[in-house]
């Protein structure tokens, strides 16, 4: 099992901080650290991103629908996550600037926009 305390890695903190761009508009997005020292990205109860190391290396899987994560396959630079893949996440490994941003932001905000938390009309977060 990995360790829930360890420290980001300065190539997972630059990712980490290029996400928050993304999602910090959105509203309503929390981070929240998993028992494997993971980073998870979530809104309500559903997680929109997942971040971690694979050996050394960032890693971010991303909730996506499966006909996107087959274009994403199709098209390289992604893969379809380990054992969650049936569920169309799509996983990119890679430094800040090595990822493909602007397909990551388009996911994301899609994600989110599609499982979202649910607002009334002139209720706040």
């Not at 809104?43 to 991303?62: E, F, H, I, Q, Y």
């Amino acid at each position: 099992m990995g360790d829930p305390d360890r420290k980001l890695t300065a190539a997972e903190e630059g990712v980490l901080k290029r996400l928050r761009r993304i999602y910090e508009p959105l509203g309503g997005v929390v981070e929240e650290r998993d028992k494997f020292g993971h980073v998870s990205i979530r809104v309500g109860k559903k997680t929109l991103a997942m971040l971690g190391s694979n050996d050394g290396v960032p890693s971010l899987g991303l909730k996506s629908d499966l006909t996107t994560q087959a274009l994403l396959v199709d098209r390289g630079g992604f893969y379809r996550t380990p054992y969650v893949g049936q569920h169309g996440w799509v996983s990119i490994d890679g430094t800040v600037q090595q990822m493909d941003w602007p397909v990551i932001a388009d996911v994301l905000v899609a994600t989110y926009r599609a499982v979202g938390q649910k607002r009334k009309p002139g209720k706040s977060a």
